[in-house]
C-alpha cells in the first residue's frame, strides 16, 4: 500500500480538531475547535490561523491539537467532522457557560 499524504491507512481523510481561544474587535474573546482535514499538523495550523483571519479574529492563542480518528457522537463536533472531510474547516464556538 502506498502512503497518501493526508489520509489514514485505512484511506480515511486526517482531521485534526485545534482548541484555543480567538479574540474578535467587537465581540471580544471566545473558545474555539476548529476540525480540519489536512495532511499534517503545519498544514492544519497554517489553514486554521487562515480560516480564523477569514472570519475576522485578529488574534488567535491556539494550546492543543490532536487528530480524531472517528466520527464523535454529539453535536456539534460530529456536524464539525463532516464539514471537516467534506474539504471546509469547521469553526465551533463555545460559549462562556461552558455549552455550545
Not at 46 to 52: E, I
Request: glycine share 10%; proline share 4%.
Amino acid at each position: 500500500m502506498i502512503a497518501i499524504p493526508g489520509y489514514t491507512s485505512d484511506g480515511e481523510r486526517m482531521v485534526f480538531i485545534i482548541t484555543g481561544k480567538v479574540y474578535h474587535e467587537w465581540n471580544g474573546d471566545t473558545e474555539v475547535h476548529v476540525l480540519i482535514a489536512a495532511p499534517d499538523e503545519d498544514t492544519a495550523v497554517r489553514n486554521t490561523l487562515n480560516a480564523l483571519a477569514n472570519e475576522g479574529y485578529s488574534e488567535a492563542d491556539l494550546d492543543q491539537i490532536g487528530m480524531i480518528s472517528e466520527i464523535p457522537d454529539e453535536e456539534p463536533h460530529a456536524s464539525a467532522y463532516q464539514t471537516a472531510l467534506e474539504g471546509e474547516v469547521a469553526i465551533v464556538k463555545l460559549s462562556g457557560d461552558g455549552g455550545f
